[in-house]
């Protein structure tokens, strides 16, 4: 059946800054959608929100068993299967069309052409990520540098890497609730990034809430938060923003953030721990023309 307007509108939600619902958008996309609108930079881009992933969960074979039994998420076969059926795909009609209008404009904001094609990042968003209760950081899926025509088998990815083994894994020992949840999925513009960086306001080995930790690498991040690569450590003072401590990672060609790049960090993580009203933990993209915000989520571990 073919979606209708009012039903493409509430699969759809750009990150603006005007509804941060976390049922709707998931955690991540709320956290962006709050940082849009606190004023900060983040890419620009939209959320398949969660009436999607219903829409696609209601043509799975055993998508209905799910939303009645949760249970099933504890059989390993069960579950094997909902992933399976979810990546084999395709998008639900309804679904693709809801897609189609809203990747196309994206490209018209990038002015992408035959020279500068179009490449995002297509981002899971659960309803469970980045609360005060639990984070799922890195639990699951991310996808950098694709065309729009890759986009839906991404999003397909993403939304099985709901019921990934690590991630069912996570809810058992936090003592989470073994339910289906539900998965908005962020589609942005890939920041072509000179340097990444990860960091947290509260540092998280010590504890300090004097301290900022930053671990920044060269280019993308995704490289650092897999642990491909050994990024800079960096440890600063929050009262005069001094280093007071710098490991140098693995990556060739000296530290991967200069001065000026750092102090400007420095106050955005400050500037975010602000708005939020608590220690947080951000992700950050250094382009050209400045920083992006990726994420930025409260510290959930003591």
Same mark, same amino acid.
């Not at 995002?120 to 469970?128: E, F, I, K, T, Y």
């Not at 980045?130 to 993403?158: I, K, N, Q, W, Y």
């Not at 072509?192 to 301290?211: N, S």
């Given at each position: ?71 099933? %998420? !504890?059989?390993? #076969?069960?579950?094997?299967?909902? $992933?399976?059926?979810? &990546?084999?795909?395709?998008? /639900?009609? @309804? =679904? *693709? ?78 003592? %989470? !609730?073994?339910? #289906?949840?539900?998965?908005?999925? $962020?589609?942005?513009? &890939?920041?072509?990034?000179? /340097?990444? @960086? =990860? *960091? ?92 992006? &915000? ?9």
């Amino acid at each position: 059946m073919p979606a209708t307007t009012e039903t493409a509108d509430a699969m759809i939600e750009w990150l603006e800054g005007r509804h941060p619902e976390v049922a709707r958008i998931g955690g991540k996309g709320a956290s962006l959608a709050r940082l849009a609108g606190f004023g900060f930079r983040i890419p620009p881009g939209f959320c398949l929100t969660t009436d999607a992933f219903a829409a696609q969960l209601a043509t799975l074979p055993g998508g209905d068993r799910l939303t009645t039994d949760p249970t099933v %998420l !504890a059989e390993t #076969g069960s579950r094997a299967e909902l $992933v399976r059926a979810m &990546l084999a795909g395709p998008l /639900a009609p @309804a =679904v *693709a069309t809801a897609l189609a209008g809203p990747l196309a404009r994206l490209a018209g904001q990038l002015g992408a052409d035959a020279a500068h094609p179009v490449r995002l990042a297509v981002r899971s968003s659960g309803v469970a990520e980045d609360g005060t209760a639990a984070s799922f950081a890195g639990l699951h899926d991310t996808e950098l540098d694709l065309a729009p025509d890759d986009v839906a088998p991404a999003v397909l990815r993403c939304w099985a890497s709901l019921w990934s083994d690590r991630a069912i894994g996570y809810r058992t020992r936090r003592g %989470l !609730a073994l339910d #289906g949840g539900a998965m908005a999925v $962020v589609v942005q513009a &890939l920041v072509p990034a000179i /340097a990444a @960086a =990860v *960091a947290f306001t509260r540092h998280p080995v010590t504890g300090r809430t004097d301290q900022i930790l930053v671990n920044a690498a060269p280019g993308l991040g995704e490289a650092m938060v897999s642990g491909l690569v050994t990024p800079d450590t960096i440890v600063i003072d929050k009262a005069d923003r001094t280093v007071v401590d710098f490991i140098a990672g693995d990556h060739e060609g000296g530290p991967a953030l200069a001065e000026d790049a750092l102090a400007e960090l420095i106050g955005l993580c400050l500037d975010a721990e602000g708005a939020f009203g608590a220690a947080v933990d951000i992700e950050a993209a250094l382009a050209t023309d400045g920083w992006y &915000l990726l994420q930025a989520r409260p510290i959930t571990t003591p």
